[in-house]
Structures are given as C-alpha cells and as structure tokens.
C-alpha cells in the first residue's frame, strides 16, 4: 500500500499541539483528509454573591426577572469569564464548546439574601440534565462566584460540582471564581482546577476565563496534571478594605504573582471572601495549583496563607468614620478645595439608607448629590401625580426597605429630571436647598464612574460632594481616572458594616479575626 503525508496538517499539528489528533498518513486514493478529534466542552455558570443579612430572599421568581435560563449559544454571552473562556477556545482549533443550562444573573443581585431551596436545587438539575444530553464531553467549565448562600445547603459551589461530578465522571471540571469567594476544601476535592480574579475591580475576570481555557486544553492532552491546595488563612475582611489598588490586599495579590511569575505551571489564587454570608466556609482562601507537584502546592500555600495572617491588622482590622465624623471630614475636604470629594456609603446594601444624605442636610453642606437612592415608592409617588420637570415638589426619599436604612427625608425642592435612564423606565432628580440633588432610582444602582451625570443634566464641575453607594468599584472611575479630590469612606449603618464586630453571626467558624479577637 502507498502512503503520503498530510503536509499541511502535521504543520498545524506542530504549530497548536497535539489538540488535534491527526494520523500521520493516509491511504492513496482518498481524499486526503485525516482524522481530527474535537474536544468538547460543557460551560456553564450559575453565580450570586448573596447577602444573608439582606431581608428579601432569592428565588425562582427572582432569578428569572430578566427572562429564563440561558443555552446553547447564548451561554457563551454570559458574563466576562464565559466570554473570555469561550474567546480563547475559539482561538484552538478543535475545541467544541456545548453551552449547557444557565440561570441569568437574579433581580437585586448582591442584595438578595439567602437563596431558596427550590431555586438551588432547579438550576443544578437543569445544569447536570443538560450535561447528560451533551453526550460525551472532555471536560466542563463552570463560572460561579463562591458567595452564594442557600437556605438549607452549607456549601452550594462544592455541592453543585459534587452533583456535576457524579454525571460527569473523571472528566475535568475548571472552575472560575470572584474575588469575594467563600470557599474550602470541598470544592477543591470535586473540582481539579480552581482560578480566582486578582483585581477588585475585577478588571481580569476574561481574562483569568481565558486561562481556564488554556489550563483545560492542556489538562484534556495530557500536558498538565492539576494539583491542588487549599488553606484559610483566618481572616475576614469587609468588602471596602479589598480594593487591590492599595495596600494590603494589593500587596497580598501581588506576592501570589510573584509566586505565579517564578515558578512554572504554579497558579496563586486568592480570595478574601464576602463577610455578609453567614456561611461556615465565610473568609479569606488560598488555593493553589501546581502541574502533578503536591509539595510545591503545599509550600506555596502555606506561604500565602501565613503572610495574610501576618497582614490581618491592617487588612482586617482598622476602623473607618462613623457619619456624623465621615460627613465633617467631607465637608472640611471640599472647602480646602479638594473637590469632587467622594464620599463611599459602603454599608447600604438595599440603596435605601439615608442616613448620609440626613447629616449633609444637618451639618447644613452645599454643593453635594446622593448619587443614588433607590426609592420605588417616591418613583411611584412621582409618577402618580404626574408630576414634570420644573415642578416644586415636596417629597421623602429613603429610610424605609430594611432596619437599618433610617429614617425617610423630606425634600422640598425642583423636579430637575423625570424620566428613563440606562434600564429604569423612571429615575428622578431633585434639586434643593444650595446646589444639592438627590438621584432617586427605583432599585438599587451602583454608580462606579461619572457617566450618570450628564444624560440626567447635571453639570460635574457644579458639585463639591458626591455621595456613592459603593464599595471599591467605584474607584476605577473616580480614583483611578484622579476625578476624585479626596475620598472618604464612612462607616454609616448598614447591612454591611466595616466593623465585622457589629453584625450577628451564627454559622462562621469559631476563630476568625478580627471577629473573635484582635490579638
């Protein structure tokens, strides 16, 4: 028999690796073609970091708000770590990727509280039937978050890879985690591989699903033989001190870069955990891949994990303004001419409080705008009486959807705007007193950077204070542009307070810092 090479194949072979299997030579008188074997990928993601202090819980109703789960296709649109796993695979040649059933992101988002049962167990169910139906698969990819809190489940991440892996097999299973993940070593005994993002703002959650993606080819091919470690350091931190554009929780991500740049097929993730779960794997984790080196990931672990403990006080444990104090700062800061002062209200996790906007009025400051309140019923109040810009209008906003959201305040001011902004069929601004204004949204909105200003018609350069419900993400379009000339987070009350001390916990370990004990 005769035979001749497939030239331009065995390039390709050479050039992208052994993820197409090709034959070395093919039979004279057929078409030439060889046979390539196509890696399938099942991807999926069912995500929510979940406030457990918040009063309304998460359910089936809330989840499908803006519309059903997704599939197919259209999973691979689903948020930036799907897309950049999917972007990244389309750049391999014999990667087929099978989107599998995924729940959109729920109504409220991270102020939904405890997820109920039957909203748990229908999604996982939808996820592990449609990995069924998929056939035979090579791996699968879940993006999930790692804060999601259900009623009745300690540890839902671990529980839904553990539910995976019994359909799937011995396949691997990559996961992609968010910075603020609560998790242990439950999830890395059902999953091989574990990558968190480094950057709050999360800047590189494509970037870290492209990894996913080339870990998982080389996984598939038999490259790499993932190893992993797990630690928890012991430590809980609130969300407003885990902005990584400063120190500590900078210099935590950049020593597991370090880690990661010096040592080959190492990858250091970190997560500093969500303090507002009341879940028993709450708090900071390490976790740790290395190629089949179970010591070298033992080594690395260790290390990250004892320099975060050693980094606990500044990390965990410092106090910030209360807001009589934060509001004094605020209006000391603007009249040095420090202006916009940035002030983060970090703790309202409804958008209801008013507890800010009261003492601006109190402490008799000017130039200053609450950017946002989410008051639907001052929205619906608005609309029922029909009310136009350019009206006087006498109304309270805020104070009302949880415990700690103060009291309602009046304002007597100018309807300076009505109508829709972004995906609210109704937002309000009124103006009163010296220059001031309150943005009134039917839900909660948080506003990360200044282009708000504008489509609502106010003019940037007029105010002297701006007020944010944020925690960090509003940093990359204040700090990081050098918009802001001061910022000043305050400590106001809230379902999620700075000082961990405050807040009730039930279900979290029995020695975390600063929560029990600031030795």
């Known amino acids: 028999m005769n035979f001749r090479i497939n030239v331009s194949l065995v390039l390709l ?31 999926a993601s069912f995500s929510h970091e979940t406030c457990t202090f918040c009063p309304n819980p998460t359910t089936v109703e809330d989840w499908e708000f803006y519309g059903p789960p997704l599939r197919g296709d259209d999973v691979m649109k689903l948020g930036p770590y799907i897309q950049g796993f999917a972007r990244r695979s389309g750049e391999l040649v014999g990667v087929d990727l ?25 999604y996982s169910a939808l996820i592990v039937a449609d990995l069924k139906a998929a056939g035979k698969l090579d791996g699968v ?16 991440e671990s529980e839904l890879v553990k539910r995976v892996r019994t359909q799937v097999g011995d396949i691997p299973i990559v996961v992609t985690l968010d910075l603020h993940a609560n998790e242990d070593h439950t999830l890395s005994e059902v999953a091989d591989v574990v990558l968190i993002v480094k950057r709050y703002p999360h800047y590189d959650s494509a970037w870290q699903g492209e990894r996913a993606a080339r870990l998982m080819a080389r996984i598939v091919r038999g490259e790499y033989t993932p190893t992993m470690a797990t630690r928890k350091p012991g430590v809980i931190t609130p969300s407003v001190f885990q902005g990584t554009g400063v120190s500590p929780a900078m210099d935590i991500m950049e020593r597991a870069r ?41 080594k690395i672990a260790d290390d990250m994990s004892d320099y975060i403990w050693r980094r606990r006080e500044g990390f965990a444990g410092r106090r910030l303004p209360k807001t009589a104090k934060g509001v004094k700062l605020a209006i000391a800061a603007a009249a040095a001419g420090n202006v916009p002062v940035v ?6 996790r409804t958008g209801n409080a008013s507890h800010i906007l009261e003492e601006l009025i109190q402490q008799e400051a000017n130039g200053f705008c609450i950017t946002t309140i989410a008051d639907e ?38 309807l300076d705007f009505f109508g829709p902004y972004r995906h609210f069929k109704d937002v309000a601004v009124i103006r009163f007193g010296t220059n001031n204004r309150v943005i009134v949204t039917p839900r ?11 489509p609502l018609g106010i003019s940037l350069d007029e105010l002297k204070i701006i007020v944010l419900k944020s925690r960090v993400h509003f940093r990359r379009g204040y700090h990081e542009t050098g918009i802001a000339g001061a910022i000043i987070e305050v400590d106001a009350p809230g379902l999620g307070p700075a000082d961990l001390t405050e807040i009730e916990y039930k279900n979290v370990p029995k020695d975390l810092y600063p929560i029990h004990g600031r030795d």
Do not use: C
């Not at 729920?106 to 909203?119: C, K, M, N, Q, Y």
């Not at 955990?273 to 089949?292: I, K, L, Q, R, S």
């Not at 002030?343 to 309202?348: I, K, Q, W």
């Not at 029922?384 to 009046?410: C, E, H, L, Q």
């Open 98 to 122: 099978v989107g599998i059933s995924s729940p959109r992101p729920a109504r409220g988002g991270s102020s939904g509280s405890w997820i109920t049962r039957e909203a748990f167990d229908k």
């Open 13 to 43: 072979s050479m050039i992208l690796g052994p993820l197409v299997l090709t034959s070395s030579a093919t039979e004279t008188g057929d078409s030439g073609a060889v046979e390539v074997r196509t890696i399938r990928i099942g991807v």
């Open 444 to 454: 909660l909105h948080q506003v990360t950077d200044v282009s708000i200003f504008e």
């Open 343 to 348: 002030v983060a209200d970090h703790a309202d």
């Open 258 to 298: 370090r880690w990661e740049n010096g040592v080959e097929d190492a990858f250091v993730s970190v997560a500093f955990g969500f303090a507002y779960a009341d879940v028993p794997d709450v708090g900071a984790t390490v976790m740790v891949v290395t190629n089949d080196d179970k010591d070298l990931a033992q």
């Open 377 to 414: 019923r001052a929205v619906a109040n608005l609309k029922d009486v029909g009310a136009s810009v350019g009206d006087a209008v006498s109304i309270s906003v805020g104070g009302w959807a949880d415990r700690f959201a103060g009291n309602p305040v009046k304002l007597d001011g100018v």
């Open 141 to 156: 990819y879940l993006a999930l978050h790692g804060a999601m809190a259900v009623t009745g489940v300690a540890r839902p």
